[in-house]
């Protein structure tokens, strides 16, 4: 037992592990616009959707970049979230929101993909 333990970190550990600063704007997330909201409103229901069920790592209003993780779990090695918001002032008529979620290790088999969870989340606190 403790041997396959020994072989199942390694194998983890040499096939690489995403951190907080893997997720990045426009590497491959999926993405929805919005319109007829301001950039604060959006902004807002996205710290309020990430807090809910993710730890936000690093959220920085001016450059619309919200990284989350979920930590390690009875099954899971845990997970990444980013969430972008372009462009990041008032006024504009639409904006593209990118969210982002990667397990923290590419071996992984378990964990969850919180991207439409966030999206869901995202569009209902818009909605409210």
Avoid: H
């Avoid at 919005?34 to 309020?48: H, L, T």
């Avoid at 980013?82 to 006024?91: E, L, Y």
């Amino acid at each position: 037992m403790m041997r396959w333990i020994t072989y199942l970190f390694v194998a983890l550990s040499i096939s690489g592990c995403a951190t907080i600063d893997t997720v990045q704007p426009g590497t491959g997330g999926s993405t929805f616009e919005v319109r007829g909201k301001s950039y604060d409103e959006i902004w807002k229901a996205v710290v309020r959707t990430a807090s809910r069920s993710l730890t936000i790592v690093d959220s920085n209003k001016e450059s619309g970049t919200l990284r989350a993780e979920k930590g390690v779990g009875m099954a899971t090695w845990g997970e990444v979230v980013g969430i972008f918001v372009r462009p990041t002032n008032n006024g504009a008529p639409v904006y593209t929101v990118e969210v982002q979620s990667l397990k923290r290790a590419r071996a992984q088999i378990t964990g969850q993909d919180w991207t439409s969870t966030m999206i869901s989340g995202i569009k209902a606190e818009l909605d409210q």
